[in-house]
C-alpha cells in the first residue's frame, strides 16, 4: 500500500553542511578530546534510551549490534543529504524489518530522536545551538518518518 502522505526534507546546503560537519567531528576518534566514532556515539543514545525507558530494552536482542547499525544508518543518511532521497528504498527496508518486530511502536522513535538530540546536545555542549539542531531535527524526522511509514504500511497489509 502506498504512503498517502509522502515524508518530505528540504534542506538548506549549511544545514547539510552543519550536519555533515558536526557528524564527522562527534565520530571521529581523537584521544585528545574523548570524541567516540559511530557506534560509540549510538551505545551512548541506547544507554540512554533504557535509563529513560528500561521496558525497551526487551525489543533488542544484540545491543552491540544494534548500535553499529544505527551508527551505520545515520552515517548513510548524512553522507546522502545532498540527495537524501536516493537512500529511501533502504529506509523503507528497514521500516519492513521493524514492521516484523512485535513491540515496535511508531512513538518509539520519536523516543530515540529525543534522545538522540540530547546526546548531541551533551557532546557539543555550547556548541549545539539552535541553528545547528534544526538541520538534525530534520534529518531525524525524515529518517524516522520513512522507516515508520514502511513499518505501517507492512503492518497494514498483515491485517
Given amino acids: 500500500m502506498a504512503v498517502a502522505d509522502p515524508i518530505t526534507i528540504s534542506l538548506t546546503t549549511d544545514e547539510i ?69 536516493s537512500i529511501t528504498p533502504a529506509l523503507e527496508s528497514l521500516g519492513k524489518l521493524h514492521g516484523r518486530i512485535p513491540g515496535v511502536q511508531p512513538e518509539h522513535f520519536d523516543v530515540v530522536g529525543n534522545i538522540l538530540i540530547a546526546t548531541f546536545s551533551d557532546k557539543f555542549g555550547e556548541k549545539w545551538t539552535p541553528e545547528l539542531q534544526a538541520p538534525w531535527v530534520k534529518v531525524y524526522a525524515y529518517v524516522s518518518g520513512r522507516i515508520v511509514a514502511s513499518m505501517l504500511a507492512v503492518r497494514e497489509a498483515n491485517v
Fill in 17 to 85: 553542511s552543519l550536519v555533515q560537519d558536526s557528524w564527522a567531528e562527534a565520530t571521529t576518534p581523537n584521544a585528545a578530546n574523548g570524541d567516540e566514532p559511530a557506534t560509540a556515539i549510538a551505545s551512548i543514545l541506547y544507554a540512554g534510551l533504557f535509563s529513560l525507558h528500561p521496558e525497551l530494552k526487551e525489543l533488542f536482542h544484540d545491543i552491540n549490534r544494534q548500535s553499529a547499525s544505527l551508527g551505520a544508518v545515520l552515517g548513510v543518511a548524512i553522507g546522502a543529504l545532498g540527495d537524501i532521497e
